[in-house]
C-alpha cells in the first residue's frame, strides 16, 4: 500500500501510516546509494501531505509541508538555501537539458547542470 492509500485508510497519526512510511525509506535505501553512485540528481518529494481526517487538499500546515531532498553533486548543501515551489518544474527542465522553457530556476539550488552527457531536447510553442 502507497503511503497516501496508508493516510486515508489510516490517518495522518496513526501506525500503518508511519509504518508505510517507513517502509517506503526501507525501499528508497536500496536504491539511493547506487543512484548517487551513479552520478544521478535525486529529487525526493510529495504533492501533499495528509490531515487528521484522513484527506488533502485543504490548508493545513501537514498538508501543506511536504519534504524535498535533493541528492547530488549537482545541488548545493547550504542550510540557506530555499528553493520556491514554482521554482521547482524550471530546475528540473535545467537538469533534464531541456532548453526554451519559461519556468523560474533557483538559482540557489543547483551549482552545476550535470557533466554526463544527455540527450538535449527543446520546448517548442
Ligand atoms: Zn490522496
Not at 528553493?83 to 535545467?94: L, M, R, Y
Request: hydrophobic share 35%; net charge negative; charged share 20%.
Amino acid at each position: 500500500m502507497n503511503i497516501d492509500n496508508a493516510g486515508h485508510k489510516s490517518g495522518l497519526d496513526s501506525a500503518h501510516y508511519r509504518n508505510t512510511v517507513r517502509q517506503s525509506d526501507g525501499e528508497l535505501s536500496k536504491y539511493l546509494p547506487g543512484w548517487i553512485e551513479a552520478g544521478y540528481q535525486i529529487m525526493i518529494t510529495s504533492d501533499h501531505g495528509m490531515n487528521a481526517d484522513k484527506s488533502h487538499g485543504g490548508i493545513l500546515p501537514e498538508e501543506l509541508d511536504i519534504p524535498l531532498f535533493f541528492i547530488g553533486d549537482c545541488f548545493t548543501h547550504q542550510s540557506s538555501c530555499a528553493p520556491k515551489q514554482t521554482e521547482i518544474c524550471g530546475s528540473v527542465c535545467e537538469l533534464l537539458g531541456i532548453n526554451g522553457h519559461a519556468k523560474p530556476v533557483s538559482e540557489n539550488l543547483m551549482i552545476k547542470l550535470p557533466l554526463v552527457a544527455k540527450p538535449s531536447m527543446t520546448v517548442v510553442g
